[in-house]
């Protein structure tokens, strides 16, 4: 995969990952025309397009767009699943997600998004260990947060 | 000091936190901008405090600011700061901002070596796997090759969670640094059988990714992916192995032989459609891998048409996407199973998502026959008139002429339809960028099958009679280019050139490339007409014929394009030379015939005595089509070399000015040249002129508002008096439709039937006959065969041959690599890759060699020295180990023991 994005259907970025690097100048042009062709697709369109040399495949859930870039011979339904997963996850992390979990959890949706791929291979498909490493990395969080906070604040 | 320390820290309390910035950005949302610069200076603020925490803090609202689309390299060293802290919280909020706005050509990744193998190393799994996914965003050379041996430590870790990240991050590293594969690989292939699923499949994924890339060296783990599709049932890693699979069968067909079966058998049994999808997928590469010597070949194909009839079947549209687009993979070796679902994909023509039309397109040029080409393309044509989207139309267009054009019009039984589909297709109004294609075809179809030209002139007269220069859309434009050039070329089919010549003389303001041509083609009427009228004698209408001629080029002489210019001139000036003669010519006539009354007129009137002929003689010869590849066939002479200067580019003087300069100067000179000729010199009669224009302009124009609806009676087509009126002419390809019905089913009612051509039912036989006869004699420069082999100008795109390097000129090969940028692509990659592993091969054996006979090394050894680092060499005895290890499992010339 070569990079993935989240938009709203009012063509707002909530989220962007990039496995190949690439100017900042040249991922704007990207995700703008992206959003663009996306968003004037209508609902019963298929979820592929063929853009430049790369495959898109998109799927809207609720008013957010998750769009994936792939090569052209990836499996266009597995990266389907991917998305799905990845919707999945995050609606077992926030319970039942919305636009505005991922919108103030950001990080946290970038951290669920990094257990599921690296580099944009996949990499972990139990759906289990994804969580479990998350949640044992978010109490790692909460152990430190009690006795710094005094510290942290010159009070300690 | 403690006292300023506390209150800093109070004051801070009150910071923004990375929530309230988000709120806050929310209800800004008319100043969002102004907002958001607030708050960059509050985040500058922060970041210049000593505090760790509030650090953090600022880069974790950068990192946010930063998917708005600002940029914040600026904060690079800040983040950095925050990754090395000690706390995991921070470091997490360090790591993302750096997976995020790190660049792998940036210079701060020298800061970050040590700490990330700091983290690699740590004791905490999630310390290490923090470092490693967020490395994997932005590793470059550099970091691979100094952090490859500590990921490569990582893939014996304990732990499954460190295993699998650092597998996964084997395959960035080989990207950056491929001489890691090498030593690296033996530990991958290990983790192949790993215990942990996770660990497995990352293994399976990063080797799938490999040999995808350059299949030939890992031909030798077949048997071991074998076994793994046929044991696991995890689905997303038999994707993986039978992408792989895919990748490999192409270089091994009795390993194809061998997959057939399992995968049939998948196919059957699966419920997940990915799997069933890339199962397909495979069997087809699989089958067009092997030769046709199969024997359940043919029903391994017939299965997979049936389960992508199903896919293309299933109501939801993915499923029936990727059916068609399969299906056209089947298209290319096996046409015939695919033509049998004909009614399935003209189906899906209808369908309202645009995408699976194009699909559908795609597969449509595969199921035309002589039978039924004419049907397909009448509802192609319907499609025309329905489509919105310019897009979508171009495409269509495209494909119409695609499919009729095919195999030197292989399928067209009327060449009349054809002529008449093209016309019609002119006549769609729309703005389209096809027009270049009709009039390719128009031209091409009416050169290379004789018989039809008569027919093509007399359509394209008429289209120059009916259509004013008027029309908005360039696909008319570039129709009236080949229809200029038809008339004028094959004048002599012309029945009125006269009419043509008229018509083409009332054209004004035309792009100036078809302009040209009608100034050529307007000489070339003139040649035809002159010879009519000389031939009668007809001296009123030479001068008549003169005038109006004259006047339209001295028209052109105004024109602001050089190129029209010259030839108006020149045509202008062969004209007058011409017409000077004829008169002198008549001066003679007359004389004589004052003279001696009894020569009857036109008895001595001879062809070739006349002007005419002599004007004529300046288009003589036939044309001939040329072929494709003619213009690279042309050999180079001898002595000649393209590649040298033919004067010397002075360097010296020029390096100081810029092309920025040049650019500048240009412009000013453009600029100025503009100013002074449009602006001061309008005077009242051109401003009347103008308005007028831009009046006619607003009222041919369909989406302005008129003013009122009389002025439609003033738009010039109305007024035409047509013997067949506009409308029926746009329907008129139906009429062959229907004459080619009739003719199959009642031989007897073909003559009422037919329009137009008012030949006997013989005659039409002949004609129809006649027209099949495409002209396929191509034009090539002597000695020149079209089936000659390409040599080095063949595609370059075929992936075959990227990676067929001559391996025995590695230098030649290195410095390629090294003047192409950093590896972006993929391939550059890979062929690199394989070109070390082959070259190490070398120089193992190079190396073995020389122990025997010290003091004889070999090229390829020195060459090695060059390339590999000091590290390398350290372990020089280890890797030859390993290597050799390494080169039994190849095997790849006995694949063939493991398939019995």
């Known amino acids: 995969m070569q990079f993935m994005l989240l938009f709203s259907r009012q063509g707002k970025l909530r989220l962007q990952k990039w496995y190949n690097a690439h100017p900042d100048k040249l991922k704007k042009k990207i995700t703008r025309e992206l959003i663009t062709t996306i968003l004037t697709r209508k609902p019963k369109m298929c979820s592929f397009l063929e853009w430049r040399d790369l495959k898109i495949v998109y799927k809207r859930y609720a008013s957010l767009y998750f769009c994936c870039a792939i090569e052209q011979n990836d499996n266009e339904l597995l990266t389907l699943e991917i998305i799905h997963r990845y919707v999945e996850l995050l609606d077992k992390y926030f319970g039942s997600v919305c636009e505005l979990d991922i919108i103030f959890n950001f990080e946290k949706a970038y951290f669920i998004l990094d257990e599921l791929l690296l580099g944009g291979e996949i990499q972990e498909t139990s759906k289990k260990t994804v969580l479990k490493a998350i949640a044992s990395q978010d109490l790692l969080q909460e152990e430190e947060t009690p006795q710094g906070f005094f510290e942290d604040h010159g009070l300690g | ?900």
């Open chain 2, 1 to 900: 000091m403690a006292l300023k320390k506390v209150k800093g820290n109070i004051e801070r309390m009150f910071d923004k936190n990375l929530t309230d910035l988000v709120r806050g950005i929310r209800n800004n949302k008319e100043n969002e901008a102004k907002y958001i610069t607030q708050c960059m200076e509050d985040i500058k603020q922060e970041l210049r405090q000593d505090n760790l925490t509030v650090k953090g803090n600022a880069i974790a609202k950068l990192t946010y600011l930063q998917m708005l689309g600002y940029d914040i390299s600026w904060a690079g060293f800040n983040v950095i700061e925050v990754m090395s802290s000690n706390k995991f919280t921070l470091k997490r909020t360090g790591y993302l901002a750096a997976s995020q706005s790190f660049h792998c050509d940036s210079e701060l990744l020298m800061l970050t070596t040590n700490m990330i193998r700091k983290e690699l190393n740590s004791q905490n799994q999630y310390d290490a796997g923090l470092a490693l996914t967020s490395l994997s965003c932005y590793i470059s050379t550099d970091l691979a090759r100094d952090l490859s041996q500590d990921i490569l430590t990582l893939l014996s870790s304990t732990k499954p969670y460190i295993r699998k990240k650092a597998v996964l991050m084997m395959y960035k590293v080989f990207l950056k640094y491929p001489e890691a594969l090498r030593p690296a690989f033996p530990k991958l292939k290990e983790k192949l059988e790993d215990p942990d699923p996770g660990v497995q499949s990352a293994a399976v994924n990063v080797i799938c990714e490999l040999a995808r890339k350059n299949p030939k060296n890992y031909l030798s783990l077949a048997p071991v992916f074998f076994k793994l599709m046929t044991t696991k049932t995890n689905n997303w890693m038999l994707i993986k192995i039978i992408k792989l699979f895919g990748a490999l069968t192409p270089l091994e067909p009795r390993l194809g032989k061998k997959l057939i079966e399992p995968l049939t058998n998948l196919i059957h049994s699966t419920s997940a459609m990915s799997l069933l999808y890339e199962c397909i997928n495979t069997v087809i590469a699989v089958l067009i891998s092997i030769s046709s010597g199969m024997p359940n070949h043919a029903a391994s194909i017939q299965l997979c048409v049936q389960k992508l009839r199903i896919l293309i079947e299933d109501s939801d549209q993915n499923l029936k996407y990727l059916g068609l687009l399969a299906m056209s993979k089947i298209l290319k070796t096996h046409p015939k199973s695919v033509q049998a679902h004909k009614d399935l994909i003209l189906q899906c023509l209808e369908d309202k998502d645009e995408s699976i039309r194009l699909r559908a397109l795609d597969l449509l040029y595969g199921m035309v026959s002589k039978k039924n080409l004419m049907e397909i393309v009448k509802k192609l044509m319907v499609h025309m008139d329905k489509a919105e989207g310019t897009i979508y139309r171009d495409e269509l267009l495209a494909k119409i002429v695609l499919i009729c054009s095919q195999n030197n019009y292989q399928f067209i039984t009327n060449f009349e339809w054809y002529l008449t589909v093209l016309v019609e297709l002119a006549q769609m109004e729309f703005g389209s960028k096809q027009g270049h294609v009709i009039a390719a075809q128009l031209i091409d179809v009416s050169i290379r099958v004789q018989a039809i030209r008569s027919f093509a002139v007399a359509e394209m007269a008429q289209l120059l009679e009916f259509y004013a220069s008027n029309s908005q859309f360039s696909i008319m434009q570039d129709v009236l280019y080949s229809a200029a050039w038809l008339c004028g070329e094959f004048a002599s089919e012309l029945k009125e050139p006269e009419a043509s010549l008229i018509a083409m003389l009332k054209y004004k303001s035309l792009p100036p490339h078809i302009e040209i041509v009608f100034i050529q083609n307007i000489l070339k009427l003139y040649a035809c007409c002159l010879m009519k009228y000389e031939l009668a004698q007809d001296y009123d209408k030479i001068c008549g014929m003169y005038e109006v001629t004259q006047r339209k080029l001295e028209n052109s002489l105004k024109s602001p394009e050089i190129e029209v210019q010259e030839r108006a001139s020149s045509t202008l000036m062969i004209l007058e030379v011409v017409h000077c003669e004829v008169m002198a010519k008549k001066g003679v006539k007359t004389e004589q015939i004052m003279e001696d009354f009894d020569l009857p007129i036109d008895a001595e009137v001879d062809k070739g005595e006349t002007v005419a002929m002599q004007l004529l003689n300046l288009f003589n010869g036939d044309l001939n089509p040329v072929a494709p590849k003619a213009q690279k066939k042309v050999p180079i002479p001898e002595g000649l070399d393209l590649d040298s200067f033919i004067e010397e580019p002075d360097f010296g003087e020029n390096e100081y000015s810029s092309d920025s300069d040049y650019e500048i100067k240009g412009n000013l000179f453009v600029k100025d040249s503009n100013e002074r000729n449009s602006k001061p010199e309008l005077t009242e009669e051109e401003k009347v002129k103008i308005r007028e224009a831009r009046k006619n302009e607003q009222m041919n124009n369909p989406h302005y508002l008129k003013s009122s609806n009389k002025k439609y009676e003033d738009i010039p087509v109305a007024e035409l008096q047509l013997d067949v009126p506009l409308k029926v002419l746009s329907k008129r390809s139906d009429k062959y439709l229907k004459f080619d019905n009739g003719a199959k089913k009642s031989r007897k009612n073909k003559r009422s039937k037919k329009h137009k051509v008012e030949s006997s039912t013989d005659d039409d036989n002949e004609l129809v006959n006649k027209t099949l006869m495409v002209n396929q004699n191509l034009e090539l420069p002597e000695g020149a065969t079209l089936s000659d082999s390409e040599g080095s100008v063949g595609n370059p795109d075929d992936p075959h041959r990227a990676l067929d390097i001559d391996l025995d000129l590695p230098g030649l090969d290195e410095k390629k690599l090294a003047d192409s940028p950093q590896p972006e692509s993929n391939k550059i990659k890979s062929k690199k890759k394989k070109h070390n592993k082959i070259k190490k091969d070398k120089s193992v054996a190079a190396a073995a060699a020389a122990a025997k006979q010290p003091g004889d090394d070999g090229e390829n050894k020195k060459k090695m020295k060059k390339s590999k680092d000091k590290k390398e060499k350290t372990k020089k005895k280890k890797s030859k180990e390993l290597s050799n290890e390494y080169e039994e499992a190849l095997g790849i010339s006995t694949p063939s023991k493991e398939f019995p």
